[in-house]
């Protein structure tokens, strides 16, 4: 009978080429869900090249990405994963993006508006903004 420290083995630790592979694939899905066009999509990951942003779409394995690449993959997760519990039909969670906001932060445009800013920053105040209301804050 093996101890249970034997049976457990510590997991390696995933490599950059891995976490971004990973990340790539959620954020085309999810820009699939959205119903993002590519300019959108190119300027959510931080305005790569045509070429760079078409080899991360057809060869996300290939790709390791910069932190700063990463830090903007793994907000627009957390938006899409907070706009699931936030809002637990599909259909629905998919379109807020593209809705008009009365909220302050968005000024009568869309959260998407907001995300094409281009800065990290305008990632991060989308996200603030749900986590706030997850939260009953807002």
Do not use: C
């Not at 950059?16 to 869900?33: M, V």
């Not at 790569?48 to 903007?72: C, I, M, Q, V």
């Amino acid at each position: 009978m093996q101890h249970a420290a034997q049976a457990v083995r510590p997991q390696a630790k995933p490599s950059g080429r891995e976490i971004s592979a990973a990340g790539l694939r959620a954020f085309f899905n999810i820009a699939r869900d959205w119903g993002l066009n590519t300019d959108e999509q190119m300027i959510l990951l931080g305005a790569p090249g045509r070429s760079t942003f078409f080899k991360w779409k057809s060869a996300p394995e290939s790709a390791d990405l910069k932190r700063d690449t990463l830090e903007r993959l793994s907000y627009v997760l957390g938006i899409y994963k907070a706009l699931q519990i936030l809002l637990p039909a599909a259909d629905a969670a998919d379109a807020w993006v593209k809705k008009p906001n009365s909220a302050p932060l968005f000024g009568g445009k869309s959260a998407l508006d907001r995300m094409l800013g281009g800065n990290v920053a305008d990632l991060v105040a989308v996200r603030q903004y749900l986590d706030a209301r997850r939260g009953g804050w807002a």
